[in-house]
């Protein structure tokens, strides 16, 4: 009887993770209303406007180096690299494989989707926990831009407008997002790969 796999990610990091994503996320919203004008596009980022008569979010997207394609909505970011398509939920955190023909476009709410499926085989979650590496370090740089482009005091009003209390200071976001990148990568060498098959086997 095969092995199971551990988990994608440990429950210590899923958790900080969703917690630090849950507030990235709403900062994005915020920054879509920016009084100097909508950061995403200033960033660069294509925006697909969600119709009125439709319920959901509008989606932002880029290409980033390497050709891979992010897309984000009020309810998570999809990572496309082929022939991989990741989904991270705002609620949990958890990396979900994405089947890109389910997917019907253009996408507003998470059921667009398709059916999500969690990774089991070993290069499956791999490939998720490069994902989580790739988002994360997206959104350090996205939050060092921020800080740079507008200044720590926006960030620092996006953050009280919330309804909790925000557990990262303004000028320390891009700085957490570094480390959660970290700690997902640190994952290869810290025997999450145990199961790796051997050489031979």
Do not use: H
């Amino acid at each position: 009887m095969a092995t199971a796999l551990p988990a994608v990610l440990p429950l210590e990091l899923r958790r900080d993770a969703e917690r630090l994503f849950d507030i990235t996320l709403w900062c994005l919203g915020k920054d879509v209303a920016c009084p100097e004008g909508n950061l995403l596009l200033r960033r660069g980022m294509s925006r697909t406007r969600r119709p009125e008569d439709q319920k959901g979010c509008s989606a932002y997207g880029c290409v980033l180096p390497g050709g891979a394609t992010l897309t984000m909505w009020g309810f998570g970011m999809l990572l496309q690299e082929e022939p991989e398509a990741l989904f991270l939920a705002r609620d949990g955190f958890s990396p979900r494989r994405v089947e890109p023909a389910c997917v019907r476009w253009p996408v507003f709410l998470a059921e667009g989707l398709g059916p999500l499926r969690e990774p089991l085989r070993f290069e499956e979650q791999r490939a998720a926990r490069r994902a989580v590496v790739t988002v994360a370090e997206w959104l350090a740089v996205y939050e060092e831009w921020v800080l740079t482009e507008v200044g720590v005091d926006w960030r620092r009003e996006c953050l009280v407008s919330r309804r909790k209390a925000s557990s990262v200071r303004a000028e320390a976001l891009p700085g957490a997002w570094w480390r959660m990148a970290t700690r997902a990568r640190a994952l290869e060498f810290a025997g999450m790969d145990s199961s790796a098959p051997q050489a031979g086997a």
